[in-house]
């Protein structure tokens, strides 16, 4: 039986780069794509090219997502069974003193990314038996983020077109789920410095720790399809609070951690 295959966004650095060497190394065949194409060429030829291989794609850019997914599908054997939207990119600060060319460049990656991805990759998808997407949300999906405001609000959108693709794409026998990490320790970090939240809560996950839960969502038969996927003690608790604790709690909570 031909081996399973996951297409990997982002795959360059932090979380894309450790869900790549994890899955490589429990014998899935893995794309790494991502706009730092020698990165992705270099962790690719680590990993060997019987299991891996690479390209540019900028997520945004339609052209770019058929000319790598179409890569991708003859060197995997002609299976696609995770889209892993990872790619992502965070921009902090009050509101007002993030350029707008910053917010706008969250959307498209962030959500745009994952649009255009799910788009085309649709028909490989469909080819390949119990195929999944996983996207990449965040905790700041739970409650909006004071000096993250459109940060999150693009993992608010992860999370709302998570749960109506994996609805209609039932159909299909593809399922759909999201990650919600709290802080982790990757280059995205260098960007949690002025982020208040990140200072009372802590960087407390790794990469590592991230791909573990990816691994668990890809692979994992459940009785009960599970959208999303929450990694580490403080999302799990804040998700946990937020369905239970009165709105107004919650708002509190937020403002005191972000100040
Ligand atoms: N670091 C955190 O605390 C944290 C927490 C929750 C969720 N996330 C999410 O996890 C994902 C991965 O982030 P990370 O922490 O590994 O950050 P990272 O900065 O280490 O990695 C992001 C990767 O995405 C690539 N990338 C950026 N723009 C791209 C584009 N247009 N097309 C293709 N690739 C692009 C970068 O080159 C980089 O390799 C993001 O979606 C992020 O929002 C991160």
Not at 52 to 79: I, K, M, N
Not at 117 to 142: D, E, Q, W
Request: proline share 3%.
């Amino acid at each position: 039986m031909r081996r399973p295959a996951i297409f990997v966004t982002g795959a360059a650095s932090g979380i894309g780069r450790a869900c790549a060497e994890l899955f490589a190394a429990r014998g899935w065949y893995v794309g790494l794509y991502d706009v730092n194409g020698e990165g992705v060429a270099r962790i690719a030829a680590e990993l060997g090219e019987h299991n891996a291989t690479s390209g540019v794609l900028d997520v945004s850019d339609p052209d770019g997502w058929e000319a790598a997914l179409a890569h991708f599908w003859v060197r995997s054997g002609q299976r696609l069974d995770v889209l892993f939207n990872n790619a992502g990119i965070l921009s902090a600060g009050p509101f007002e003193t993030v350029p707008l060319a910053k917010h706008r460049a969250m959307l498209d990656v962030n959500v745009g990314g994952m649009i255009v991805g799910c788009h085309c990759a649709l028909r490989y998808l469909r080819k390949t038996p119990g195929a999944r997407v996983i996207n990449m949300a965040s905790a700041t999906a739970i409650y909006g983020q004071p000096d993250l405001v459109t940060y999150s609000a693009t993992k608010f959108a992860v999370r709302g077109f998570t749960e109506g693709l994996d609805l209609e794409w039932s159909q299909y026998g593809i399922r759909v789920s999201d990650i919600w990490p709290s802080f982790v320790s990757s280059a995205m970090a260098a960007g949690f410095k002025s982020i208040a939240s990140a200072q009372s809560l802590g960087i407390r996950l790794t990469p590592a720790d991230v791909a573990a839960t990816v691994w668990r969502c890809a692979t994992g038969r459940r009785l009960i399809h599970k959208t999303h996927w929450m990694v580490g003690l403080q999302a799990g608790t804040l998700s946990f609070a937020t369905r239970v604790a009165p709105t107004a709690m919650t708002r509190w909570v937020v403002r005191l951690l972000a100040h």
